[in-house]
């Protein structure tokens, strides 16, 4: 004999907190898209340019109006990515702070985000984007050795100390590096902290909710074989 349910509306769908875990995780991933779009952009103009690709431009003094357009396509390509490393920040704290999320799940997504953004390069990159919003814009330096042309990207750190904005893990990291560090291997090292923290938090929700999860997919199911 088939098992008969009771029937169900779609009211009883749209009331079920499944529904409210699976959209919350949807707009995660959308928030967490963004910023991965976001450093890709960077890292991929940040390697045209160390490739070499656009030296007869900048060497040749005739076209350096030309050039200076080359840097304000990286510079906007950074502020994007420093832009979406802080709206998935926030969007991902009030995702954990709402009544959807069970204690336990919370207290372990500290835990997590505790062990990969310790370091003071987290906050150095949060810091920044306040940086690029509120004081001005980083210099981006590219440099060329010569004779064989090789090509780097790097931010001057030592113009960055002017700002008092720093919080004091942010300055920590300033004053730890040199003068110079390379932008790609910055918006690399970050991005990857981003995707450790990503893979967790996905597979999190399985693990704390998937009776309520599969509840709902159950339900849908049902509503849709009316």
Not at 12 to 22: Q, S, T
Not at 139 to 146: A, D, G, K, R
Not at 188 to 197: A, C, F, G, Q, V
């Amino acid at each position: 004999m088939t098992e008969q349910y009771p029937p169900v509306s779609l009211d009883d769908l749209n009331k079920h907190p499944g529904k409210r875990l699976m959209w919350m995780l949807l707009a995660y991933g959308s928030t967490k898209d963004i910023l991965s779009m976001n450093g890709y952009e960077v890292l991929r103009f940040t390697q045209e340019i160390e490739s070499g690709r656009f030296s007869k431009i900048a060497l040749d003094p005739s076209r350096r109006l030309e050039y200076r357009d080359f840097q304000n396509h990286l510079i906007r390509y950074f502020h994007n990515f420093l832009a979406g490393a802080k709206t998935v920040v926030e969007h991902t704290r009030n995702m954990m702070r709402s009544a959807e999320i069970c204690e336990e799940h919370r207290t372990a997504y500290k835990a997590q985000v505790e062990a990969i953004f310790a370091d003071s390069l987290s906050k150095f990159i949060e810091d920044f984007r306040n940086y690029m919003m509120h004081f001005g814009l980083p210099n981006l330096v590219h440099i060329c050795s010569l004779p064989n042309e090789r090509w780097e990207v790097v931010i001057d750190m030592a113009r960055l100390q002017s700002w008092d904005g720093w919080t004091a893990r942010s300055r920590q990291f300033i004053q730890s590096q040199p003068e110079r560090i390379r932008l790609y291997a910055l918006v690399e090292i970050y991005l990857n902290k981003t995707k450790t923290l990503h893979e967790w938090l996905v597979k999190s929700f399985e693990t704390f909710y998937s009776n309520t999860m599969k509840d709902y997919d159950a339900l849908h199911e049902r509503l849709h074989k009316k």
